[in-house]
């Protein structure tokens, strides 16, 4: 594939103290250049770990354990590579926007670091012109005042439009986002998300973004990979995963949302059970406990099964199309 | 006498005069007290001028008077000039001991949070056995093998605390560098030593300033302790903890000498710790 940014193969993440205790299973996951991919899941189902081994930050962790390869543009990556690509060809925005900027440095100086970290040595006039640039381009609308802010005097949806801008500011191929919208109220999550659209088409950027919420995954997603326990259990195209979505768990999660427009509803669906703890995961498929579907066959791992809209792994997938009427976001 | 002091410096905080106006006008006095002995650190000779080693066998244990305003000691001197041109020494042996423990136990902590594994756990169980000894006897033994003098007074009070800043130093760290924004940090490129020092140090140092300030009056009696016990500076430099342990054996018939000197150490201490206290509720506001 020469459009490939990053590609993941096999990547497992388990504790080094206990082997057995898996936080991330074989996952083997490919981002398209200008692709916005979307990885889906309940909490402790892996996503966050999986975003920070796409950066190659879990790699840095101690007490875990990385297995596989992460590949850039198709060549594999060692520690020192990932370092050289943070901050030029892929950023990160985070999930607590006020808590991912130093408490100790204005506005200013944090785009300084990554502008130059990016570009290397900038004169002074020309930095100034590009920070302010790149706030107007993340929708803050007086730069010179917020460049002289710390973050503590910025709300948390201004502190994660900085954060974005300094994401920006290295003009990555791929932007990894974790749940960058969780921690804000509802209206500005819209205008960051559609803002996110708007920097993926313009700069053709492939974008990572990691969210419980299937209504934001419908907005933006391309592809939307849906992660159960620490494994891949389905991926496929944004459109087929609403029209048809075959794993029982993804069915799960699209009853689970609540539809703008056509018949209401009178209780929202939900998923029984919760996600079984990683020390404790049942042999063969993880959803199986909470599964209407199951049989015996279950125990044992399903297969990736590959479609033409997609992959899945399931032993009793659900082949009829969606009986969601109406629109989610 | 240090854990006299202690006690006192404890109750003044378990009153819970810190804040507020009593904590402001406390500080205010504490800050105006370390004024007047900052003033005899610079010029002694403007607030006490004279010789405060001249011995003078015929004003032997003159009791407090115009002339002698604190009176005077078993060879003539008088215990105002001594207690003035002291101020030095003490304020010396305080700045620089603290200093020392600051920088090297700040250093230490760092490695060692940064670092973690084996090296933390090397650095961690030395620091233990450090701070399994008192610090005074620590400062004695040092003292009591390298001689005594100011300087290495000022080194052997200054290793005695190392082990209390590192360790504080140790757990910021490893508070800090869970923070997210030192994972941002990475994620825009940087390198271990230039997050370390960049990221981690700024924001895990407030408190070991704030111990600090507190840390410059504990060394001050430590160091008094220490020439209390006769391994201070040289008998011709005049020094508080001296001055209080020359004046001990005449105490019924000259309470002057060693009540003064007390005094004045037990002020500048308490001062310090008030001092230090109000800093760092203000730096942490």
């Known amino acids: ?329 | 006498m240090s854990g006299i002091v202690a006690l006192g410096v404890s109750r003044f905080r378990s009153l819970g005069i810190r804040g507020g106006r009593t904590g402001n006008l406390l500080a205010l006095l504490s800050a105006l007290w370390l004024l007047v002995t900052l003033a005899a650190l610079i010029v002694p000779g403007v607030l006490a001028p004279g010789d405060p080693t001249d011995l003078r066998p015929a004003l032997v244990f003159q009791p407090p008077s115009a002339e002698n305003p604190f009176g005077t000691d078993q060879y003539g001197r008088s215990v105002y000039l001594l207690l003035v041109h002291g101020a030095r020494t003490a304020m010396l042996v305080g700045l620089a001991s603290t200093a020392i423990a600051v920088t090297v136990g700040a250093l230490i902590g760092l490695i060692a949070g940064f670092a973690g594994g084996w090296v933390d756990a090397v650095i961690g169980r030395v620091l233990d056995v450090l701070m399994s000894i008192p610090g005074v006897l620590l400062a004695l033994v040092i003292t009591a093998g390298a001689g005594s003098s100011t300087g290495v007074l000022i080194i052997s009070v200054g290793v005695a605390f190392i082990a209390g800043f590192a360790r504080v130093m140790r757990a910021q760290v490893l508070a800090t560098r869970e923070r997210v924004y030192i994972d941002a940090a990475r994620s825009v490129g940087f390198s271990g030593p230039r997050i370390l020092f960049r990221h981690v140090l700024p924001n895990a140092i407030t408190p070991v300033i704030g111990l600090a300030t507190i840390a410059v009056g504990e060394a001050i009696l430590v160091a008094s302790a220490l020439s209390f016990l006769g391994l201070g500076p040289r008998l011709d430099v005049p020094d508080w903890g001296q001055l209080l342990a020359s004046g001990q054996p005449f105490l019924v018939q000259a309470w002057w000498v060693s009540t003064f000197a007390g005094v004045t150490i037990s002020l500048t201490v308490v001062a310090v710790s008030l001092l230090g206290d109000w800093l760092k509720d203000w730096m942490e506001k």
Not at chain 1, 87 to 110: H, K, N, Y
Not at chain 1, 134 to 160: F, K, N, T, W
Not at chain 1, 232 to 249: I, K, N
Request: charged share 20%; with cysteine.
């Open chain 1, 1 to 329: 594939m020469t459009n490939e940014v990053l590609s993941l193969n096999g990547i497992t993440v388990s504790l080094e103290a206990n082997r057995a205790i898996r936080l991330v299973e074989d996952v083997t996951l490919t981002i398209e250049r200008g692709q916005v991919v979307c990885l889906v899941g309940e909490s402790g189902s892996g996503k966050s770990v999986l975003a920070r081994t796409m950066m190659g930050l879990t790699q840095l962790d101690r007490g875990v354990v990385v297995e596989g390869t992460v590949t850039w543009e198709g060549k594999p990556l060692g520690r020192k590579d990932h370092e050289r690509l943070r901050g030029r060809d892929i950023a990160m925005v985070f999930q607590e926007p006020v808590g991912s900027l130093d408490p100790l440095f204005t506005v200013e100086s944090q785009l300084t670091e990554s502008l130059r970290r990016a570009h290397g040595k900038i004169g002074s006039v020309e930095l100034r012109r590009r920070i302010r640039a790149l706030l107007s381009e993340v929708g803050i609308a007086d730069p010179d005042r917020v460049m002289q802010c710390y973050p503590h005097q910025l709300s948390g949806g201004m502190c994660q439009r900085v954060m974005i801008a300094g994401a920006l500011a290295c003009e990555p191929k791929l932007l990894v986002a974790d749940e960058p919208t969780t921690a804000l109220d509802v209206t500005v999550q819209a205008q960051i998300l559609d803002m996110l659209a708007r920097l993926c088409t313009e700069r053709d950027m492939a974008v990572i973004l990691v969210t419980h919420d299937l209504g934001v995954a419908a907005r933006l997603a391309d592809r939307i990979a849906v992660l159960y326990s620490g494994k891949l259990v389905e991926e496929a195209q944004s459109d087929t995963t609403f029209a048809g979505a075959r794993h029982p768990y993804t069915r799960g999660l699209l009853e689970c949302v609540p539809l703008m427009t056509g018949p209401r509803r009178a209780l929202l669906a939900t998923v029984e059970g919760s996600v079984p703890d990683p020390a404790d995961r049942p042999t063969g498929c993880p959803f199986a406990p909470r599964c209407a579907r199951a049989t015996a066959e279950c125990t044992q791992m399903p297969p990736m099964s590959i479609e033409p809209g997609g992959r899945f792994s399931c032993w009793h997938p659900i082949l009829t199309p969606t009986t969601l009427v109406g629109t989610i976001a």
